[in-house]
């Protein structure tokens, strides 16, 4: 079974389901002082293994794009092998959608 990140009409990132537990476990780790984010993103995911985006705010969104990004650095810092596979989905599709994003504001 897959499913997917969602980020906007057109945007979404699809991911089977080991990938998308793996990698939704690491956001959730990494945005657990911001619970309502997670309520938020994560209301649908064991109906429809969708992590949707589309409700939040722009500040919110900004925090899930820089948790996505600590995410990514952690995993370069550590060389975790198990997981370089995230570093390469965020350069090659998921970074390019989330900033194509109407939420995606870039930071004065």
């Known amino acids: 079974m897959a499913g997917m990140y969602y980020l906007g009409s057109g945007l979404s990132v699809g ?3 080991p990938s998308l537990t793996i990698l939704s476990d690491e956001l959730k780790k990494e945005l657990q002082s ?3 984010i997670i309520d938020k993103i994560f ?3 064991d109906y429809d293994l969708t992590v ?3 409700s939040l705010s722009t500040e919110e969104y900004k925090i ?3 948790a996505l ?3 990514v650095n952690s995993i370069k810092r550590q060389n ?3 997981k370089i596979w995230i570093v390469s989905l965020w350069n090659e599709e998921l970074h390019k959608k989330m900033q194509l994003s109407p939420l995606y504001k870039v930071a004065d």
Do not use: P, V, W
Request: hydrophobic content about 30%; some cysteine; charged content about 25%.
């Open 52 to 54: 949707d985006f589309t």
């Open 43 to 45: 209301d649908s995911f």
């Open 34 to 36: 911001h619970a309502y």
């Open 64 to 66: 899930c794009h820089m």
């Open 80 to 82: 975790d092998r198990e």
């Open 69 to 71: 990004c600590n995410i």
């Open 15 to 17: 991911l089977g389901t």
